[in-house]
């Protein structure tokens, strides 16, 4: 099978790039000493979960409690669960201990620690701590840590572990150093609340941060155990735009047919049968110098961009593109019928459009196999 | 069941508010002397495609083929796929037809048209016209349209049915004059193409128009047989934002949990568990004066707004509430674990991302029903 009897818009996972990014982010975080605990947000799926836990501990991280359940029933049962828990959650969570994960949850909160602390059964728990994010977290010097702390350690049901943050105002930052400067930051909060516990007598074991700017760029890792990050499998426009990954590394495109042609309009015009839904609205490029639309286009089978055209507009399944700087759109290349492969802004939002990956190993669109994805909640 | 035993995020559909849309504009558009087609692209359910049908012919509109295989199989066989046809899709539609389908495709390209004529098996085809939107289309006077009507008149084993038009650039309008309007240029420029074709000897009996904002607004419909809309049924705040409806007809909004509270951030700020992924990225208001960032909050048993906060940001599974105007935020009304409902920009985003509705009949929240969806291509 190859892209050319797929049914379009579909969702293409380069195997070959993503390996080199997980081999080279297991590397980097190893050679600093810290365990790296793939957050599995983006990819959602279990063969990508194989690739991104080589070299590691086999622990993962994931943002819904439908992956966990999802990871654990195919046997990754180390699992952190990085959003904020709700009281309502909480018997989910137990049902997954139950069968047979060992799973780690998190709160910010007084009150969801004490009902973690009365109704949790076998949950590991950290405490969120914000390193200026400002999501989700406590500051590091807030009395309240302590308390949540001494009430989580104390709860026979559950186990205290330790601190979680998560520099995501990373994604602030333009240049390599400033990512630098940031990964530092994020050390050295995580560390800070770790201490302050541990000095309280209570155990901290976990001392877990991660972003993929953050993870990329960390330099000194003295103190952290994990780094948590997901979408350096496989990178997208926006981690290129402010330096996390080069383009040539993006693994996951989708693929989409030329349905139109309009020279007739000011500048003229190509469309495809990727708008909207198959490619997101994210437009998170449009903050950095490089924007990049809603997606550039590249040759379906190499998977090499097309310079000089971009998909400047979309609704719900067309997708408009056009020449930004005034170029000359290729109409010739790209005849309507023809495919073409797009690289979009943000790669965990358009990837949750689709059931599956097909997956190419390099050039040449052959499929070699189809994955599955986890989405919803 | 109540709303109040479901995961969350979850996708709530008001039947009530569903069924009282679904009249209001069939009704409008029967007075007018036209005939309805409900676009299936936001709802892609077969018991709202029930409800949005009735008064009307049965007749549907799709967005994906996959939309034109799951309705037929329900038996709704009266399909219109009003994205233009790639000659690549041909084998799928024809497929549909021996399926039992009554499936009508769209061009407005001579090669694909060609295409069309030579390979497909008992289709009916419109030519697209484009009426100032500058995504698909021919212009009425261009000359090629008539070229194309022949061609397809001609070819023994597709049926020519006429001409098709979506004055997509009403979600420019501001007002309700200019939606008039824009109303009538959408059906003036359908009914001129179809008059040329017909001046040229051969039969055009299908004019179809249509957009939520340009049926809503229609003072006329002379010439035109159908008219296709969509969004009408659910309602959105962009479609409030710009006349087309008002807030309280919304049927559609995600349920979700608050899960932290962040007073010691300036300004204030409260965190739900639905996010980018959950509500969508779709920033749509924010082009009008009524910007509602990524969504704003209602009560979640009777769905009623929640005035002075919104959803201002979002990750993928957090959204960041806020009070934009600077007002207060009742974090004692929506304490951690407590429900809320958000109300979204552009709900054929935000819907996309749920396997079912969760149906509820006005206020109370007890789930009457569960709707599958057909999401995907």
Redesign the interface.
Known sequence: MNLRDL????LILDRTRLQANAKTMTDHINRLGANLRPHM?TAKSVEVAHIATQGNTGGITV???KEAEYFNAAGMSDITYA???????IG?ANALVAAGADLTVIT??L??AQ?IAQEGRGLNVLIEIDCGD???GM?ASDAAVIKIARELAAAPGVLFRGVLTHA?HSYDCRTTDELADMAEHERAVAVAAAERIVAAGIDCPVVSVGSTPTARFARNLAGVTEVRAGVYMFADLFQAGIGACTKDVMAISVLA??????P??DGG?L?I?AG???L????STAALDTDCGYGLLADAHSGALIPGIAVTAV????G?VTAPGGGTIPYDRL???SLVRIYVN?V??TA????AYHVVDGEGGDIVETWERC???
Chains 1, 2 share one sequence.
């Open positions: 049914d379009t818009p579909a947000k943002s819904t409690l959003v904020g828990m709700a009281p309502g959650k989910r910010d909160n009150i969801v009902a400002k999501r989700g500051l995501g047919t030329v349905i139109g042609h309009r007739d309009l015009k469309l049968d909207g839904l198959s997101s609205k994210d437009r609704n719900q399944e067309h408009h005849a309507v019928g943000h965990c939002m949750a459009a689709y059931g989405n919803g909640w």
